[in-house]
């Protein structure tokens, strides 16, 4: 059982390029997340899913996409990478509505710099 | 966005030295949730608290689900140096889909 999977662990881009960062979980969950995490910040919601084919947005959007398509993935895409987005992001999964029964699984993280 | 204010930002402290922190918010939470963060790691889930007056325990840890429903509290008794990291409290207000997240308490143990 692999959990939350994210890939690729480290990442460098260069200012204007996009990239997609992938999450795959295995534990046939509905809710999935991305979450940022900056010094100081905590961790803060980009974007959410409550299932295949539903998303919506989080606290800190702008600059991001996704789509469901499955119940095991969830990417993030960036469009147009800046140097503001240098962060470590994580996505995570429940099977129901975290904090309902139990909170978030989350991935090992990626570490992302826009240089 | 909703903010949860989590203190002390930082602790350092002995090996064997009980360790509080707490998670306080303007608003209402049907649920409180408190996570640990290993260096390199992602969070883990310690400890989920769903009842006003709530208290529960794992191991050495106990949180607590505030009365009022806008505050939450984790206890560490007897620290050891496997307890270093960066822990989160998290939590979920009524009819939300979402996790909202304090900025962390970054712990230190001294051997």
């Known amino acids: 059982n692999a959990g939350v999977t994210q890939t690729p662990k480290f990442q460098v881009l260069k200012t204007g390029q996009s990239m997609t960062l992938q999450c795959a979980q295995d534990?046939?969950?509905?809710?999935m997340s991305w979450y940022r995490q900056d010094p100081g910040m905590g961790l803060r919601l980009i974007h959410y899913s409550v299932g295949a084919g539903i998303t919506d947005q989080g606290e800190v959007p702008n600059g991001y996409n996704v789509s469901r398509s499955t119940t095991e993935d969830f990417p993030l895409r960036l469009l147009s990478a800046a140097p503001s987005q240098t962060s470590v992001y994580f996505c995570?999964?429940?099977?129901?509505?975290?904090?309902?029964?139990?909170?978030?699984?989350f991935g090992s993280g990626t570490r992302l710099t826009v240089v | 966005g909703q903010q949860l204010n989590q203190s002390p930002q930082s602790m350092f402290i002995q090996e064997g030295e009980d360790v509080s922190m707490n998670c306080t918010s303007s608003s209402i939470f049907n649920t409180w949730l408190w996570y640990k963060q290993d260096p390199g790691e992602g969070p883990v889930l310690l400890i989920a608290l769903y009842k006003a007056g709530e208290l529960t325990s794992n191991g050495r840890l106990t949180a607590q689900f505030g009365i009022t429903r806008k505050d939450s509290f984790l206890n560490i008794s007897a620290s050891i140096p496997s307890d270093v990291g960066i822990y989160f409290c998290a939590g979920r207000q009524g009819g939300s889909e979402k996790l909202v997240f304090g900025k962390g308490t970054k712990l230190t143990v001294n051997p």
């Open positions: 995570a999964s429940s099977y129901s509505s975290p904090g309902v029964l139990g909170g978030y699984t």
């Open positions: 534990m046939n969950h509905e809710y």
